[in-house]
């Protein structure tokens, strides 16, 4: 069965500290990855990863994919309290009948001032 | 403004008593997703469609039913047959041509309490 888990479940970190955010699947052939950030209501789109090594940016916000060890990573730099959220990865399986997404349980992530 | 519109925001429903979430959209996505979010857990797919006219069941469709009269809407309708209907519900398009079609877009979610 496809499967997506992320870690940690929950973070605490103080302004300005990095963080890492974990995402790994098993997924019988992968298609893209996507990751979502969610505050309090609709999830927003951040990233699709496709290819191998190759970083998507956005700010202070970068994340990676490794198809070989099936895992992404989101990075958040020089963090603030807006970016307190729950992130959200999602896997796309190659032969994805109605482009069914295959959601993690989240990570929150809590900025404290 | 293009987007994805959920009415209400906030329900409360009695036990028994069946009741339809509104998820409206004009980004002109041939595909819509119905999700049901609980705390601590993922998005689970409950109904999917990706024309108008045709919808399939997701992973926990049971207790719920789907229409898709319309390209622009796709109402959910959480039945009393759903044994534990109190959740955030989430509504999602996708354009199935052109770029970035694997990428879902949501709306603000309805929140359902059954009292």
């Known amino acids: 069965e496809d499967k997506v888990v992320q870690s940690p479940l929950s973070l605490v970190v103080h302004e300005g500290d990095t963080v890492t955010l974990n995402c790994s699947y098993e997924?019988?052939?992968?298609?893209?990855l996507l990751w979502y950030k969610q505050e309090k209501k609709a999830p927003t789109f951040l990233f699709m990863l496709?290819?191998?090594?190759i970083e998507k940016k956005s700010g202070r916000l970068s994340s990676i994919l490794d198809k070989k060890e099936l895992f992404s990573i989101l990075n958040i730099t020089a963090t603030q309290t807006g970016d307190s959220a729950v992130y959200l990865c999602a896997v796309v399986p190659l032969y994805n009948q109605g482009g069914k997404l295959i959601f993690g349980q989240g990570t929150e992530l809590s900025v404290k001032p | 403004d293009g987007g994805i519109t959920q009415s209400p925001k906030y329900l409360f429903r009695k036990e028994g008593q069946n009741v339809t979430l509104s998820c409206e959209q004009n980004?002109?996505?041939?595909?819509m997703y119905w999700y049901r979010q609980d705390p601590g857990q993922g998005l689970r797919l409950i109904y999917y469609?990706?024309?108008?006219?045709?919808?399939q069941k997701g992973d926990i469709a049971e207790g719920y039913s789907v229409s898709r009269e319309k390209k622009e809407s796709f109402p959910l309708t959480v039945t009393s047959a759903q044994k534990n209907p109190t959740a955030f519900y989430l509504c999602?398009?996708?354009?199935?041509?052109?770029?970035?079609?694997?990428?879902?877009?949501f709306g603000p979610g309805t929140r359902l309490t059954v009292l």
């Open positions: 980004l002109n996505h041939d595909a």
């Open positions: 997924v019988t052939n992968f298609r893209s």
């Open positions: 999602a398009s996708r354009r199935t041509s052109g770029a970035l079609t694997d990428t879902q877009y």
């Open positions: 496709t290819s191998s090594g």
């Open positions: 469609s990706q024309i108008v006219n045709d919808f």
